[in-house]
């Protein structure tokens, strides 16, 4: 099942796709653009682990002339950098270099800790779209990379749909791509990744628990370019959903 | 109610002026190759909350932590700050700090928090917080030492981020953070603020 939340008629409520609408929780079935997205997230009792990888891909690795990391490397956002499908993110004035980063999402399902990677799977609740952007910029070589490139409000948006782990039979072999103004910028295919999401769920349960709701994005493949206001960005994953955002810049 | 964050708890590098001065010889050097030019940022994962009186069992593979004395600012509504606290922002020792130090600073337990937010308006600057471990003196943090002062750090974040109510805000831990192992007791305090405790306990084998 596809899981939404969204905001209609100025009341959140949460939805699932029926025959390309939404049917919310009270019966009724609604067009896509007659809500607001919000992430496709239930709410949790206290703040949300976000985890993100950064160099999970080999070939975006090279992009960026590093080495494949022999540790995952691994950053963490807070919630507040979150957005839903179709809504804006902002490119400030006079950046460089501000590009997309098309992401499998992982969601947590049960308490996590010390979890064997044979046993991971029965620890996901579900996979969405990530939009991880990074404004290049900014990047310093101080727990880099730092929460001015990766923690800006609006410039990690997540969904259209929660799909139930249950629906997705090899997260592993999901092809990933990114369009531009419909032109194709990014390719990939999670089958890539440096380190699994079975890898990844043990590794970071081997010294933190994880909770339900939780999220790993787990990294981007090779493609990524500068974006500029205007443009519209869809990441989009084979099985989970294509997700639309808008840059904004600002104004003048 | 004991206190407890119900939002993201951020804590920052190199906020105190002796721990600046420490690392400036390292600066320019790689793999930093410049010093920051933003306060370097780092957050602290809900798994880590450990209520003042808690026992913290150290991981098997961390015989040590670094005692992370220091004042979180609780926020309101609007970018206001509702209170602050005395956060024990424990790490397993590092002294690279290319990377993001998730595993250093996110195992589970790894920051006590104090039980009671004090809201009376108090100056973080004319606070001095002491850390003792196992009643020993080990350290003086004197919060009139910041890099960057709440206000400016607030400004700072605000830049490109939000902090919502209940998101915390920690304002950095001084050089000379001292080291603690299993069984020993750290109590962190400052005047007018409850004392902080937490027990260290060794991992079950």
């Known amino acids: 099942m596809r899981h939404a939340r969204v905001i209609h008629q100025g009341v959140t409520r949460d939805a699932t796709e029926r025959d390309g609408q939404l049917l919310l929780a009270d019966g009724r079935l609604v067009a896509f653009d007659a809500v607001t997205w919000l992430p496709p997230l239930a709410p949790v009792p206290r703040a949300r682990t976000i985890l993100a990888l950064g160099l999970n891909y080999a070939d975006h690795a090279r992009e960026l002339a590093f080495k494949p990391p022999a540790e995952p490397l691994a950053f963490l956002k807070g919630e507040g950098t979150l957005t839903g499908h179709r809504q804006f993110t902002r490119r400030p004035a006079g950046v460089q270099f501000m590009h997309y980063e098309c992401e499998l999402a992982v969601v947590i399902g049960k308490t996590a800790k010390g979890v064997r990677q044979a046993d991971a799977y029965d620890f996901i609740g579900g996979y969405t779209v990530a939009n991880d952007y990074a404004i290049r910029d900014y990047l310093e070589n101080w727990y880099r990379p730092n929460l001015r490139v990766k923690n800006r409000d609006t410039c990690t948006p997540l969904g259209p749909w929660r799909v139930d782990a249950s629906d997705v039979a090899d997260p592993m072999q999901l092809a990933l791509q990114t369009t531009v103004n419909g032109q194709l910028t990014q390719q990939g295919n999670t089958r890539d990744m440096v380190f699994s999401v079975p890898f990844l769920i043990e590794y970071f349960s081997s010294f933190m628990t994880l909770s339900p709701g939780d999220l790993i994005l787990t990294g981007t493949p090779d493609g990524v370019v500068d974006c500029r206001p205007g443009d519209v960005v869809v990441t989009e994953i084979e099985r989970i959903g294509a997700l639309v955002n808008t840059l904004q810049g600002d104004p003048s | ?205």
């Open chain 2, 1 to 205: 109610m004991s206190f407890r964050p119900t939002g993201t708890v951020y804590g920052v590098l190199l906020n105190f002026r002796a721990e600046w001065d420490a690392l400036a010889p390292q600066m320019n050097e790689a793999p930093y190759k410049a010093p920051p030019s933003a306060p370097v940022l780092y957050v602290k994962t809900a798994n880590t909350f450990s209520a003042h009186g808690s026992a913290i069992a150290l991981p098997a593979d961390v015989p040590e932590v670094e005692v992370g004395a220091t004042i979180g600012l609780v926020m309101g509504d609007a970018g206001r700050v509702d209170g602050c606290v005395l956060m024990n922002d424990l790490s397993v020792p590092h002294a690279n700090f290319y990377r993001p130090p998730v595993k250093a600073k996110c195992r589970d337990g790894f920051l006590g928090v104090g039980a009671r937010l004090r809201t009376d308006g108090v100056d973080p600057a004319s606070v001095v917080l002491e850390v003792h471990i196992d009643g020993e003196l080990r350290q003086r943090a004197d919060f009139s030492q910041l890099m960057h002062s709440p206000a400016q750090l607030l400004s700072a974040l605000g830049s490109f981020m939000t902090l919502a109510p209940g998101d915390v805000l920690m304002l950095g831990c001084d050089a000379g953070r001292p080291l603690a192992r299993a069984g020993q007791r750290i109590d962190i305090s400052a005047t007018g603020f409850d004392v902080l405790s937490s027990t260290l306990q060794g991992s079950p084998s």
